[in-house]
């Protein structure tokens, strides 16, 4: 049973930054390409960003692009999303989740496996 476990998230002002956390046990981690996608209450769960199962591609939404940085730490099971420059909109619920695929999809409907999120809030 592949298991995923966000941490990170909190409350920063606009402009600031958070670093989230994903581990993953369970499973080899190298195999999974892996996503980060957000959710505000009410709202579909939209993507945000994905990294290939070597790290070799990144991908991100138009949103975030040169803001947020998604990056794998093979050696321990971890990805992780540098968010700067925060503004309000980013607000939501952050997941991760985990795709058995070289490449990544903008798609959560292609991931396998998903964490219980981590809130962020922006405030203005």
């Known amino acids: 049973q592949v298991q995923l476990v966000e941490s990170g998230g909190g409350l920063v002002q606009t402009g600031g930054s958070l670093r989230l956390s994903c581990v993953v046990s369970?499973?080899?981690?190298?195999?999974?390409?892996m996503g980060w996608f957000r959710q505000v209450p009410g709202k579909e769960r939209d993507f945000v960003a994905a990294i290939s199962y070597s790290g070799g591609e990144t991908w991100y939404t138009d949103s975030v692009k040169g803001r947020f940085t998604i990056s794998r730490d093979d050696a321990k099971n971890l990805i992780f999303l540098q968010m700067n420059s925060l503004k309000p909109e980013d607000t939501a619920v952050y997941y991760c989740a985990a795709e058995p695929s070289v490449a990544g999809d903008t798609d959560p409907n292609d991931y396998t496996y998903w964490g219980q999120g981590t809130q962020v809030t922006v405030s203005s």
């Open positions: 369970g499973s080899n981690f190298r195999r999974y390409a």
